[in-house]
């Protein structure tokens, strides 16, 4: 009977770890957590004072008492005890409910994506992370195999499947077959160089400093990679470099679009070394599903199209693409075996 019980409260765990928000999926529930991944914490005395969405509102209006951080880079762990602290928030969030009604309940089993280019060190502090935040196993998953299943793709199958995950520190492009990945390529060239793009051409062009939550909300309110009949506005807010005064300006979509193209077509050129790293086998079966799009950054009005234009192969956005990576991880629970093939090797166990 008891058993049961733990059976039925058993809070197993998808996290997708991103450098720009995190995701964790319950088993059974789905999505429960959906936050930036910042901390804010006390510089002297390390005390965290705000997770996720209270944090963000925090980053660069700090006193010098406090910092805002991100405690992820390009992918990979850049602050161990703040992601730490992260995950022990976020794990604690979901799992303190049953604990009350049942003190003796196991930890949670937890599966995180992680990007395909890290190395053995940084894949260990992933997991020792997930372990001090109170997981009883932690496996890892590689980023773009965990998009692929979360988009439906035929990853078991002897047939070649591209997926390319463009992340918020990373884009991950990976040719997959057989449970496996053949070709795989790591960048780290992703969402957070797009927002950098905008504050480097406003800096430029129009001599005014913008902060990079602002040049985040221009990016999604007005950017785009491909041309089109229409060109919104909006009005953006900064320093101007000259006066150190504020300043308003008036920024259209060409002008993002020209800001944005050298980082999209750095995606797309790394794009098409995969293609023409690939086995011939496997062009048919790319030519006939096509390009899969995933992660938060594939959202870019048009990228689809002009990835589709460049490289000569039909490119679909997957659904919901910004949970592909944890709706793929959470479907693991359900196999076994492909867990136990798909999974990263090596490190903790």
């Known amino acids: 009977m008891l058993d049961f019980i733990f059976g039925f409260f058993s809070h197993d765990l998808a996290i997708d770890l991103g450098t720009a928000n995190t995701l964790v ?3 059974g529930k789905g999505i429960v957590v959906r936050e930036p991944s910042v901390v804010a914490r006390h510089k002297k005395t390390k005390k965290i004072l705000a997770v996720g969405s209270e944090a963000k509102k925090m980053i660069g209006k700090t006193p010098a008492s406090i910092e805002a951080i991100r405690p992820l880079r390009h992918g990979v762990i850049s602050d161990f005890d703040a992601t730490s602290a992260m995950l022990t928030y976020y794990i604690k969030q979901v799992h303190e ?7 003796n309940i196991p930890r949670p ?4 994506g992680i990007p395909s280019g890290v190395t053995e060190v940084e894949r260990r502090a992933v997991q020792e992370a997930a372990l001090d935040a109170g997981a009883r196993t932690a496996y890892l998953i590689e980023e773009p195999m965990a998009a692929a299943i979360g988009a439906g793709l035929p990853v078991q199958e002897s047939k070649g499947s591209l997926i390319v995950d463009i992340g918020g520190g990373t884009t991950e492009m990976a040719v997959i077959s057989i449970g496996g990945i053949v070709v795989n390529r790591s960048v780290r ?6 927002d950098q793009a905008i504050i480097s051409f406003s800096r430029l062009k129009h001599s005014l400093l913008l902060g990079e939550q602002t040049a985040e909300d221009v990016k999604i309110a007005i950017g785009s990679a491909f041309q089109t009949d229409e060109s919104p506005q909006t009005v953006v807010r900064g320093r101007d470099l000259e006066t150190g005064l504020p300043k308003s300006i008036r920024l259209n979509s060409t002008e993002i679009r020209e800001a944005l193209a050298d980082v999209v ?31 938060g950054g594939s959202l870019l009005r048009g990228i689809d199209k002009l990835m589709a ?5 039909p490119v679909w956005r997957s659904e919901d693409p910004q949970t592909a990576v944890v709706r793929g991880a959470l479907k693991l629970f359900e196999d076994d ?6 999974r990263v090797t090596g490190g903790l166990k």
């Open 25 to 27: 999926a319950l088993r």
């Open 97 to 103: 409910k049953p604990q009350k009604l049942i003190p």
């Open 109 to 112: 089993k937890v599966i995180i």
């Open 189 to 194: 060239v992703a969402g957070d160089e797009m």
């Open 265 to 295: 077509n750095q995606i797309i050129s790394e794009l098409k070394d995969v293609i023409e790293e690939s086995p011939p086998e496997f062009i048919g079966d790319i030519l006939e599903q096509g390009i899969t799009l995933a992660g």
């Open 309 to 313: 234009q460049e490289v000569k192969i």
């Open 337 to 342: 075996t492909l867990l136990q093939r798909v």
